[in-house]
């Protein structure tokens, strides 16, 4: 097999749609505020997608919460940790 195909095949392997989901919900949890842990213990990993399953989640990703980090919004950091790991695989 050729090294580019074999490359390729490793590059698939790593972003299949679990691993993905997988490094998103590790950064949706890591960057959740923790002032009583609620929030991070509420989101879930689902099929393909991360669950945030809790009245304010919405508020903490559009950074209408006061324990949301500076001027990147919520999403914007998820986005930026799941970039980063695809960019790390090719």
């Given at each position: 097999?050729a090294l580019?195909s074999m490359?390729?095949?490793?590059v698939?392997t790593a972003?299949?749609?679990?691993?993905?989901?997988?490094?998103a919900?590790?950064?949706?949890?890591?960057?959740?505020?923790i002032?009583s842990?609620n929030?991070?213990?509420?989101?879930?990993k689902?099929v393909?997608q991360?669950?945030?399953d809790?009245p304010?989640a919405q508020?903490?990703q559009?950074?209408?919460?006061?324990?949301t980090?500076?001027?990147v919004?919520?999403?914007q950091?998820?986005?930026m940790?799941?970039?980063?790991?695809?960019?790390?695989q090719?």
């Open positions: 097999m580019i490359k390729l095949k490793a698939l972003l299949n749609n679990a691993t993905v989901t997988d490094v919900y590790k950064s949706y949890v890591a960057h959740t505020p002032r842990g929030a991070r213990r509420k989101t879930k689902g393909n991360v669950v945030a809790y304010y508020q903490l559009d950074n209408f919460s006061p324990q980090h500076g001027n919004l919520f999403s950091r998820l986005m940790c799941v970039t980063m790991f695809i960019a790390q090719v």
